[in-house]
């Protein structure tokens, strides 16, 4: 009995240990996956799309830190951008880097500039996070060195984000459970705009879709999952 209540025990003390830094990251497991996000005017009239792929996936123990290439094309099918960013499972916790929320097509004209970006983490929780959970706030500064024109400088400030829902959402690359998070989105370049945002996220896939609206709550766009390839 003693023997059986010692193993019981360790058991126990792995299985929290396990349920302590298991990490459901919101973002495709699998190296080489392809995804495709493509934005929409407020009419449902295509604006452009960002492809993405995951490059690479380094597992430290329980710490994975995944590297995501996106591609950014025009209404026409275009290519305008390029860009990378991270996202971490740490401790259990996901987050991304915040160079996620770039818009390729407004720097599109900056490329071949000196560009320095400063990037906050933008933490997503689990599914089964309560309603009304607030979240932390996430910021992006984006430094471009223009030469003689001077210094170009963008700021994205997403505030007041809070877990509305947990729904099931349908798009073209499928049914997703997803987790739905509300925000305010303050960005400034050359003039300052105040707007909100809703988003939903479905593990092991990431962003299934994304509603932008002005100050006054008139949508003005929205984004969703439209492909999805290993």
Excluded: H
């Amino acid at each position: 009995m003693k023997l059986f209540k010692i193993i019981l025990v360790t058991l126990l003390a792995t299985n929290l240990g396990n349920a302590q830094t298991e990490c459901n990251p919101y973002l495709p497991v699998d190296k080489g996956t392809t995804w495709e996000i493509t934005n929409y005017t407020a009419k449902g009239k295509v604006t452009g799309k960002v492809v993405y792929e995951l490059t690479d996936k380094v597992e430290n123990g329980d710490d994975i830190t995944f590297t995501v290439k996106t591609v950014t094309y025009d209404k026409k099918g275009k290519e305008i951008f390029t860009n990378t960013f991270e996202a971490k499972c740490v401790d259990g916790k996901f987050d991304f880097d915040m160079a996620f929320k770039m818009d390729g097509g407004a720097l599109k004209a900056y490329e071949d500039m000196d560009v320095q970006v400063d990037a906050s983490k933008f933490d997503i929780p689990d599914l089964d996070s309560t309603p009304g959970t607030q979240l932390e706030d996430g910021s992006l500064t984006v430094n471009i060195d223009t030469g003689s024109i001077g210094l170009f400088k963008m700021t994205i400030l997403v505030t007041d984000r809070i877990v509305e829902a947990r729904k099931s959402l349908t798009t073209p690359a499928g049914t997703f459970d997803c987790i739905v998070l509300s925000q305010k989105v303050n960005t400034k370049m050359m003039i300052k705009i105040q707007g909100a945002s809703k988003e939903w996220y479905a593990e092991n896939i990431g962003m299934v879709r994304t509603e932008s609206y002005n100050k006054k709550g008139k949508l003005m766009g929205y984004s969703e999952l439209t492909k999805l390839s290993n």
